[in-house]
């Protein structure tokens, strides 16, 4: 758990203070906070993440659950940290590495679980969408 947390750490501590921290418009600042964060979830999960996977043999870091949302009929899914897959089934079982892979949204059923993996093929928690509804 504590891998995730110590690469954002670093980035702050390192790293010059962020232009948005200086800016006074709320509006504006929350653009360029925001803006921030998507380059740095991207570097997480595309570029870190995949490097900890192999690290030493491998560091078992948490892999965040998928959040799921379901709207008009569709179960929608996404992931804190891109470069993590959200794998899924339909007939209540546990997805595992070999499952779906969530892509457009789903018809929604009450028997579908999620579960994000990453590229060793961990798992996280599992996600029951069908109690979303």
Aim: net charge positive.
């Amino acid at each position: 758990m504590a891998f995730p947390r110590a690469i954002a750490l670093a980035e702050r501590a390192w790293a010059r203070s962020p232009d948005w921290s200086k800016v006074s418009d709320p509006a504006v600042r929350n653009s360029e906070t925001q803006s921030d964060w998507n380059q740095f979830a991207n570097r997480l999960g595309q570029r870190e993440l995949p490097r900890l996977d192999y690290l030493f043999g491998g560091i078992h870091y948490r892999l965040p659950p998928p959040g799921a949302l379901v709207r008009d009929g569709q179960v929608r899914a996404n992931v804190a940290f891109p470069g993590l897959k959200v794998r899924y089934t339909t007939d209540g079982t546990e997805p595992n590495e070999n499952a779906a892979v969530l892509g457009e949204p789903i018809p929604f059923s009450p028997h579908i679980k999620l579960r994000s993996f990453d590229t060793r093929g961990r798992g996280s928690r599992t996600v029951d969408a069908g109690a979303q509804d």
